[in-house]
């Protein structure tokens, strides 16, 4: 198993790579926990999203979402979807 994980970390992090060696952005979608958030960060993702951060949410419950986002960028919030 973990010779799996050590492989998936060299795909992911050269995907990375390749798109900014192309001048692409690249967002991790997915993020479930703070693990994968911190590795992805680590191989230079430029912007996070999943779970961890929040479920899909309706556009009025994504503003009172956004307003506490922005109070503490660091902390993950976890805002039920309506």
């Not at 912007?47 to 956004?66: C, K, N, R, T, V």
């Amino acid at each position: 198993m973990f010779a799996t994980y050590r492989r998936d970390e060299a795909i992911v992090g050269s995907t990375v790579a390749l798109a900014h060696n192309v001048g692409l952005s690249v967002v991790a979608e997915g993020i479930e926990n703070e693990q994968q958030r911190d590795a992805l960060v680590s191989f230079g993702s430029d912007e996070l999203q999943g779970y961890l951060y929040s479920p899909p949410l309706p556009p009025a419950a994504f503003i009172d979402w956004l307003t506490c986002y922005r109070a503490d960028p660091r902390r993950p919030l976890r805002i039920a979807a309506g």
